[in-house]
């Protein structure tokens, strides 16, 4: 069972335009999101993360919102660099009162950005 | 610098061979993660450890093991008796945040 999906696994957009990637989730007890970048052979990397108390999270040329009557949240890069060009996982986790916090990933969008 | 290192970058293996994969990070976190990629996927959680001398199973824990001796180390076993262990590898660890940051990779191939 899919807890995380993210259902376009390409997108492709021109560089200084709006890039948006979507992701849905099924399980309500989820409260903490989070967006993360990855390039082929290396680790992801943490881009920006929301929590269930907000709808929206700002940084820099990315901004997380959050729907959660949907169970819907999405990720925007304004405008897209070519660097940009990777691919983006979303996850989703309950988190515990205490101790290891229990990551689950979408299957991940591929995003280019054409010059 | 602070950070997760895992070695080796690239590793092969031959069918019935145990491996060890090591992910070391000296940014004094208690959380650590070991997870697998495969192609088109997400990632997918195999173990993780909360403090030290203390780990649990994640959702695809069968056919590896973990220890959790020191603070700083994590090393992830790939037994023989993991069906499909080609894939690639990732470490994480998490500190007073609830984010979760990530080592390099470690890209196992079983010969």
């Known amino acids: 069972d899919q807890q995380v999906k993210q259902n376009s696994p390409s997108l492709s957009v021109q560089e200084g335009r709006i890039s948006i990637l979507n992701c849905d989730y099924t399980n309500s007890m989820f409260d903490y999101f989070l967006w993360y970048k990855k390039y082929p052979a290396e680790g992801p990397t943490f881009l920006i993360s929301i929590s269930s108390i907000k709808d929206k999270n700002e940084d820099g040329r990315f901004t997380v919102f959050l729907n959660k009557s949907a169970k819907h949240l999405s990720l925007h890069i304004v405008p897209s660099q070519p660097g940009d060009s990777a691919v983006y996982f979303c996850?989703?986790?309950?988190?515990?009162?205490?101790?290891?916090?229990?990551?689950?990933f979408g299957q991940g969008t591929r995003l280019t950005i054409n010059p | 610098d602070g950070g997760i290192t895992q070695s080796p970058k690239y590793l092969f293996r031959k069918e019935g061979q145990n491996v060890t994969l090591s992910c070391e990070q000296n940014l004094n976190h208690d959380a650590m993660y070991w997870y697998r990629q495969d192609p088109g996927q997400g990632l997918r959680l195999i173990y993780y450890?909360?403090?030290?001398?203390?780990?649990q199973k994640g959702d695809i824990a069968e056919g590896y093991s973990v220890s959790r001796e020191k603070k700083e180390s994590f090393p992830l076993t790939v037994t023989s008796a993991q069906k499909n262990p080609t894939a690639f590898y990732l470490c994480a660890s998490t500190g007073w945040t609830d984010t979760q940051y990530f080592g390099p990779g470690t890209r196992l191939t079983v010969l």
């Open positions: 996850a989703a986790s309950a988190r515990p009162l205490q101790g290891a916090q229990k990551l689950v």
């Open positions: 450890s909360q403090i030290v001398n203390d780990f």
